[in-house]
């Protein structure tokens, strides 16, 4: 119960899966999976810190601290 809750709660507060993907021209592009699927990109939107990296994936929360609902709810921010 708790494999199906725990990734649940982390994305509905915010959290982010992240795929980096190195390029070979020393480039990379990133790609951040949320919950909150209409979120526009920095600097409108959150931005995203990893605090959790495991080779090309990590586990990132919004930079603020502050999930996008609370932006929302505050008048639209995000």
Known sequence: MVLIWAPCLFSLFGGAFVYRE?????????????????????????????????????LAFSCDGKPPFIGWLQGGKY
């Not at 526009?40 to 495991?54: E, M, Q, R, T």
């Open 22 to 58: 190195n390029l070979p021209s020393g480039l990379y592009n990133r790609y951040t999976l949320t919950l909150y699927k209409t979120l526009p990109g920095p600097p409108k939107g959150p931005a995203y810190c990893d605090f959790l990296n495991i080779d090309a994936y990590a």
